[in-house]
């Protein structure tokens, strides 16, 4: 079946504009999640939604970054005045319900580069 | 806090010679712990996992075991090939109402034929 989808895989931006990033999860999936993914590192949580609320957004770095999952399926993680510092692999995962023993099935994310 | 401690790497490796990646973890509760990989080109996969203490997780060959007294879960491969070229990452997940997981940094391994 169809796995985790992202869109746009390659995004580049001018500092200081806005970005979306799309995220379509494997169906029937309640759990999502968002990482973040800077070179040499390993991803690092932002954001956890179960079905349409953010159950845990503690990841996210700071006010500039919100995300959004209005209907349980696709998720929208949103950058306002983007920096050069915000360049990096956002990645998307999700599971069949948000506990310790399903599988997260990571997306292939998308590459931000902030010029 | 939390926090996942990886062998650095990079891993150069001839083919059917013996792998280990150390990874040791702090954590709270009672944690799942997985080995992810990613292969070039390709996204994150889990390779294994283990959800309690003790238990082994195996895949391809692979193998890794919960230590909970020693905090680890190092990954093994009795004999790697030129397709296990890849970059490996240690995780755990923080258990209670969520299960956010948690990465090492990863360890970049090669293998020549």
């Known amino acids: 079946g169809a796995g985790v989808s992202q869109t746009p895989s390659n995004k580049v931006t001018e500092k200081g504009k806005y970005v979306e990033l799309r995220c379509d999860p494997i169906?029937?999936?309640?759990?999502l999640y968002w990482y973040r993914q800077s070179l040499g590192q390993g991803p690092e949580f932002l954001i956890y939604f179960q079905g349409t609320g953010a159950a845990d957004d503690s990841g996210l770095p700071n006010d500039r970054f919100f995300a959004v999952r209005p209907e349980g399926s696709v998720s929208t993680l949103k950058i306002q005045r983007t920096e050069r510092g915000d360049s990096a692999v956002y990645l998307c995962?999700?599971?069949?319900?948000?506990?310790?023993?399903?599988?997260?099935?990571f997306g292939p994310g998308t590459r931000l580069t902030v010029t | 806090g939390n926090s996942v401690t990886q062998m650095e790497g990079p891993v150069t490796l001839s083919e059917e010679a013996f792998l280990t990646i150390n990874c040791t973890y702090t954590a709270t509760g009672y944690p799942s712990l997985f080995w992810y990989v990613q292969y070039p080109g390709e996204g994150l996969q889990l390779l294994l996992k283990a959800t309690k203490a003790d238990d082994k997780g195996s895949n391809k060959g692979f193998e890794a075991t919960y230590r909970k007294e020693t905090t680890s879960f190092h990954l093994e491969k009795g004999s790697v090939q030129v397709s296990d070229s890849a970059v490996y990452f240690c995780?755990?997940?923080?258990?209670?109402?969520?299960?956010?997981?948690?990465f090492g940094k990863g360890t970049l391994l090669t293998v020549n034929p």
């Open positions: 169906s029937g999936h309640t759990a």
């Open positions: 995780a755990f997940n923080s258990g209670g109402s969520n299960y956010k997981l948690t």
């Open positions: 995962a999700s599971s069949l319900t948000g506990t310790q023993f399903y599988e997260q099935y």
